[in-house]
């Protein structure tokens, strides 16, 4: 079955420094991987996704991921974080028996000035 | 493009009764999912549909159904609402519907549901 974990249920970081949220999947075949992030009482908002290709993505307000195979990990990162960062992060990915996503249980950004 | 609207925003219900929620996709989109969000159980998939089909559908009981129209706007229903179904009901689109499906899903506002 098809899965992905965040390990941290929350994540502190300073304005400015670099920021990591952590997301590991387990899947059998072809992994395709999803962030999405969510302000309060908002709607998933879509930041990238890796399909094939480079193993470093970019998406939306400069948050980046990187995909690693041998690691079975697709974390997400951003070099700079801003304080309007705060947010909760969930990683997904595609079932590939029907198309549904399937969601880690979310990582709670807090970014402090 | 107009993004992923839902109706109401709000409901507030009592046990024992039926709701209805509504979700317009994005112009173009022809695949609708619908997913439960609760501190709980996270963010769990109710179904999917395509072309006013259901394609797939999550673990929930016979209480929770959904239809697709033909302007691929679509309709969830949960009857005899139960306390523990109060939750952030959300509702994604995306061009198509597939099993390897590379598509991006992108989420409506979601509408809160209330059970008292």
């Known amino acids: 079955a098809q899965s992905v974990a965040q390990p941290e249920d929350q994540v502190n970081v300073a304005e400015g420094n670099p920021l990591t949220v952590k997301c590991t999947y387990s899947?059998?075949?072809?992994?395709?991987l999803f962030w999405y992030v969510q302000y309060p009482n908002r709607g998933l908002q879509f930041l990238l996704k890796?399909?094939?290709?480079?193993?470093l993505v970019k998406g939306s307000y400069g948050f980046e991921a990187e995909f690693n195979k041998s690691q079975t990990s697709f974390h997400l990162k951003k070099p700079s974080a801003l304080v309007s960062d705060s947010a909760l992060y969930f990683c997904?990915?595609?079932?590939?028996?029907?198309?549904?996503?399937?969601f880690g249980q979310g990582t709670e950004l807090s970014v402090k000035p | 493009k107009a993004g992923v609207t839902q109706t109401p925003r709000y409901l507030i219900k009592t046990r024992g009764q039926q709701v209805t929620l509504s979700c317009s996709p994005i112009?173009?989109?022809?695949?609708v999912s619908w997913y439960q969000q609760t501190p709980g159980q996270g963010l769990q998939f109710l179904f999917e549909?395509?072309?006013?089909?259901?394609?797939n559908k999550g673990n929930f009981p016979g209480r929770f159904s959904g239809r697709q129209f033909s302007n691929s706007r679509s309709e969830m229903n949960v009857s005899t609402l139960e306390l523990g179904d109060s939750a952030l009901y959300l509702c994604?689109?995306?061009?198509?519907?597939?099993?390897?499906?590379?598509?991006?899903?992108?989420f409506g506002p979601g509408t809160r549901l209330t059970v008292l």
């Open positions: 112009s173009g989109h022809r695949s």
């Open positions: 994604a689109s995306s061009q198509s519907s597939g099993g390897a499906d590379t598509d991006t899903q992108y």
């Open positions: 899947v059998s075949g072809n992994p395709y």
């Open positions: 549909y395509f072309s006013e089909t259901q394609r």
């Open positions: 890796y399909i094939t290709g480079d193993n």
């Open positions: 997904a990915v595609r079932d590939i028996q029907g198309g549904k996503l399937i």
